[in-house]
């Protein structure tokens, strides 16, 4: 998407009264989870330099909140849980968070309110399948990214050119969050041990850990800093996006594990099967 400005564009032409903006760990935190998949051309603006521009200056102002909402899969469901949990702002730390990493706020947004969102956004989109997307609402899932990886994504066609099960898994795999621990920092990138997603023609689990190797930091860009040996971290496709604590790696953990079991054991039609089977 083109005309929207960059950090330094935004403030030269329209600077937020003072006290408008949103604390800038919100919407920081999104950009280092949204910027990955944005920079490969699969979500978001196409002008993935504008939001690269904001990872580098660390600075918060309308630019980049015209940004985020130009998010058409990740926006709506910032506002979901920001409308079901009482918050004013989408980009509030406490609702980017619960939707990339995970928290009890998950919890509290009532089930009507996640129906109803997943019926505006995809009932058309889906057409007859919709009711096989809408199981995964009822079976409790809920607004975290794995459920738009493992429960939405199969059923809206972002899967369906990838037929063969081995590259499907593989996207996947790589645009769930995942977690890993860093082993050694080489320069800007960092050996990761991860545990991958598998399949074994009907159930999907996560495997043994394995080494794999992540971007730090490319051509001046860096999403996560600090990072050294022994750190757990969370990685968005090739990209290491922060340090996780241990109350976000365990978050983190149980809200993909429950979407791998809705999925697996809990749904009558799961998405995942129409796609890897």
């Given at each position: 998407?083109?005309?929207?400005?960059?950090?330094?564009?935004?403030r030269a032409q329209a600077p937020p009264p003072t006290g408008t903006m949103p604390d800038t760990s919100g919407p920081l935190m999104f950009v280092r989870y949204a910027y990955p998949p944005n920079s490969l051309g699969y979500c978001g603006p196409a002008d993935f330099?504008?939001?690269?521009?904001?990872?580098?200056?660390?600075?918060?102002?309308?630019?980049?909140?015209?940004?985020?909402?130009a998010f058409a899969g990740a926006w709506p469901y910032l506002e979901l849980i920001a409308h079901g949990c009482g918050i004013a702002d989408p980009l509030d730390r406490r609702v980017v968070e619960a939707?990339?990493?995970?928290?009890?706020?998950?919890?509290?947004?009532?089930?009507?309110?996640?129906?109803?969102?997943?019926?505006?956004?995809?009932?058309?989109?889906?057409?007859?399948?919709?009711?096989?997307?809408?199981?995964?609402?009822?079976?409790?899932?809920?607004?975290?990214?794995?459920?738009?990886?493992?429960?939405?994504?199969?059923?809206?066609?972002?899967?369906?050119?990838d037929r063969k099960a081995k590259h499907a898994l593989m996207v996947l795999d790589r645009c769930r969050i995942r977690w890993g621990r860093v082993t050694a920092v080489l320069g800007d990138q960092a050996a990761v041990e991860c545990r991958p997603l598998c399949w074994d023609g009907r159930l999907l689990s996560l495997g043994e850990p394995a080494a794999e190797t992540a971007r730090l930091a490319l051509d001046g860009t860096t999403l996560a800093r600090g990072v050294g040996p022994g750190d757990w971290v969370s990685l968005h496709w090739d990209w290491i996006c922060d340090r996780l604590t241990e109350r976000q790696l365990r978050a983190l953990r149980g809200f993909t594990l429950r979407h791998l079991d809705l999925v697996n054991h809990r749904v009558e039609h799961p998405g995942t099967l129409a796609v890897l089977g």
């Open positions: 998407m083109t005309g929207i400005p960059g950090p330094t564009q935004a330099a504008a939001l690269r521009e904001y990872a580098v200056a660390g600075v918060v102002d309308h630019g980049l909140v015209q940004l985020a909402q939707y990339w990493v995970g928290s009890g706020l998950l919890d509290a947004i009532p089930v009507t309110e996640i129906g109803d969102s997943m019926r505006e956004r995809f009932r058309r989109r889906v057409g007859s399948d919709f009711p096989f997307l809408a199981e995964g609402v009822l079976a409790g899932g809920v607004p975290h990214h794995s459920f738009a990886v493992f429960c939405v994504y199969p059923w809206t066609g972002l899967l369906r050119d």
